[in-house]
C-alpha cells in the first residue's frame, strides 16, 4: 500500500517562514504534488517535483528528495490568506495520486 | 463557466434513495476522477476516466457507480448507501499526455445520508 505522512497541524505568524515535511513509501513514484485547500473549498495545485531538487515559485518552494522518499513545503513571507490545509500528494502510476492526511496551517497575526 | 463545476454541492439523502453526482469540466482535459474527502482522512481516490474509459478502480462498492458519457461529463450514481458514506465527493481532471498533469478540482458535493 501507500504510506505517506505529514504533520497534521503547524501554527507561524505572520511574516515568518514555515516548511512542511511530507515522507513517502509507495509502490512506483511518477512525481510529487502539493496542494492548497481552504476550508470548504476544493484543492488547488501549488507545485510538482519530480527530479531531485528544489522548484521555486514565487513565495511557494518545493523540494524533493527520491532517494530519501522526502519532500517539503516551503511558505515564505506568510500572509494570513495562507492559513489552510496542506496536502503532500504521490503519482505512483499512470494515473493513481495517493494523498497524505494534510498538514493545517494557521497563521497568526 | 470556466474550470470544474460540480453539481449539487450540497445532497442529503435517505438510504433508500437513488441519487446522482455529476461534475462537467471545462478544460479541454481527457482525464476526470472521483474523489471522497472525509473529515481528518486522506483523499481517497475512487475511479479514474480517460478518454471515457475506465482505468482505475479502487476497490470501491458497488453502491457507487460511475458514468463517462463523453470526455467532459463525469457522473457518479448513488444507491443504498449507508451513514459512513457521508462525506465531500471530489471530481477533477487533468490533461494527460506529456507527463502526469495537475489535477484540477471543482468544488465538490457534501453529501449526508441519513
Known amino acids: 500500500g501507500q504510506n505517506i505522512d505529514q504533520p497534521t497541524e503547524m501554527t507561524a505568524t505572520e511574516g515568518a517562514i514555515v516548511q512542511i515535511n511530507c515522507t513517502y513509501q509507495?509502490?512506483?513514484?511518477?512525481?510529487l504534488f502539493w496542494y492548497q485547500q481552504h476550508a470548504g473549498e476544493a484543492p488547488t495545485f501549488l507545485s510538482y517535483n519530480v527530479l531531485d531538487g528544489l522548484e521555486e515559485k514565487g513565495r511557494f518552494s518545493s523540494f524533493l528528495s527520491r532517494s530519501k522518499g522526502y519532500s517539503y513545503l516551503l511558505l515564505k513571507e506568510l500572509q494570513m490568506k495562507d492559513s489552510a490545509s496542506y496536502l503532500c500528494a504521490v503519482r505512483d502510476g499512470d494515473y493513481k495520486l495517493s494523498f497524505g492526511a494534510g498538514t493545517t496551517v494557521t497563521v497568526r497575526a | 463557466e470556466t474550470g470544474v463545476t460540480q453539481t449539487p454541492r450540497h445532497l442529503v439523502m435517505g438510504m433508500t434513495n437513488k441519487k446522482s453526482l455529476k461534475c462537467e469540466q471545462h478544460?479541454?482535459?481527457?482525464?476526470m476522477y472521483w474523489y471522497k474527502q472525509s473529515a481528518k482522512k486522506p483523499l481517497e481516490l475512487m475511479f479514474v476516466?480517460?478518454?471515457?474509459?475506465?482505468?482505475e478502480n479502487n476497490s470501491v462498492p458497488s453502491r457507487f457507480s460511475p458514468e463517462c458519457p463523453n470526455s467532459s461529463h463525469l457522473f457518479l450514481h448513488l444507491h443504498t448507501l449507508q451513514p459512513e458514506d457521508s462525506a465531500l465527493y471530489l471530481c477533477?481532471?487533468?490533461?494527460?499526455?506529456?507527463?502526469?498533469?495537475?489535477?484540477?478540482f471543482g468544488p465538490g458535493t457534501r453529501l449526508t445520508v441519513t
Open positions: 509507495t509502490s512506483g513514484f511518477n512525481g
Open positions: 477533477a481532471s487533468s490533461q494527460e499526455d506529456r507527463g502526469p498533469g495537475e489535477q484540477y
Open positions: 478544460l479541454g482535459h481527457n482525464a
Open positions: 476516466y480517460s478518454l471515457e474509459e475506465r482505468v
